[in-house]
């Protein structure tokens, strides 16, 4: 299913233009118009799923298979350094469009980009803690 007020609906399916690095049956893999650096792309599906928890999982396996092949041509195309694999889900975690997708950031050496969080230093205690709510 498509959502009509969804642009990345619209991008992934070539109703509005993008710069287009990779395509797949199920996917389109855009340029970013935001990039964190050279080659910051976007794993967009061609139907609608508002994330991660609402893409099916084989959808969500091919998304995996598609960035990896995404990941490799960034690499020897752009010669990058290394690369981060970033997916949001919700504001809470920073997601601006209700549209799956992930992004493959190219890193460069000295890139001066920081895709990177603040350590906590829980104790074992509360670790332990944590660990049992979510096995309970
Ligand atoms: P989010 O914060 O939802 O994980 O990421 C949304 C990303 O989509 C941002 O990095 C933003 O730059 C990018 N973006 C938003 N609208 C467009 C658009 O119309 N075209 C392209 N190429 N990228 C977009
Ligand atoms: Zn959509």
Avoid at 19 to 27: D, G, S, V, W
Avoid at 37 to 43: C, K, P, S
Wanted: hydrophobic share 40%; aromatic share 6%; proline share 5%.
């Amino acid at each position: 299913m498509k959502d009509n007020n969804c642009i990345f609906c619209k991008i992934a399916n070539g109703d509005i233009p993008s710069r287009t690095i990779y395509e797949n049956e199920k996917f389109r893999v855009i340029l970013d118009n935001g990039p964190a650096t050279d080659g910051h792309a976007l794993v967009l599906p061609k139907e609608h799923f508002a994330n991660l928890f609402e893409i099916p999982q084989d959808w969500a396996a091919e998304a995996m298979e598609t960035a990896k092949t995404v990941a490799e041509m960034l690499r020897d195309k752009l010669g990058a350094d290394g690369l981060n694999v970033v997916q949001n889900n919700g504001e809470a975690a920073g997601q601006t469009v209700n549209h799956f997708h992930m992004h493959i950031i190219p890193r460069y050496k000295g890139d001066g980009q920081t895709i990177l969080w603040k350590p906590g230093h829980p104790s074992d205690a509360e670790l332990d803690e944590v660990c049992r709510r979510i096995l309970d």
